[in-house]
Nanobody, 120 residues
Framework: QVQLVESGGGLVQAGGSLRLSCAAS????????MGWFRQSPGNEREFVTSISWTGGSTRYTDSVKGRFTISRDNAKNTLYLQMNNLKPEDTAVYYCNAGVKNYYQAGNYWGQGTQVTVSS
């Protein structure tokens, strides 16, 4: 079955950086558009960023543009999210998603999530 396993979350001070990884198995990773979504307490899960199956096209929500970078390594079946200049409002559980549609809509497969906490 499809498995998406996120790692790399943690506690960081405002202005710091983290790099999230998502290891995929059980699917032909190189043919899937991928994305990162996040959910903070009391809020719905929201789109953060996506990348096409070739890696040639990316999209970002406005609040992370210029600070976050999505990338993928199809040879390693791994998705990445480099997060720089983190802010307290970035605190959330971050989820990897496979099968993103129309750049912004979540696909059918989710990871278990990784907690990112940014202290002020």
């Amino acid at each position: 079955q499809v498995q998406l396993v996120e790692s790399g979350g943690g506690l960081v001070q405002a202005g710091g950086s983290l790099r999230l990884s998502c290891a995929a198995s059980g699917l032909t990773f190189s043919t899937y558009n991928m994305g990162w979504f996040r959910q903070s307490p009391g809020n719905e899960r929201e789109f953060v960023t996506s990348i096409s199956w070739t890696g040639g096209s990316t999209r970002y929500t406005d609040s992370v543009k210029g600070r976050f970078t999505i990338s993928r390594d199809n040879a390693k079946n791994t998705l990445y999210l480099q997060m720089n200049n983190l802010k307290p409002e970035d605190t959330a559980v971050y989820y990897c998603n496979a099968g993103v549609k129309n750049y912004y809509q979540a696909g059918n497969y989710w990871g278990q999530g990784t907690q990112v906490t940014v202290s002020s």
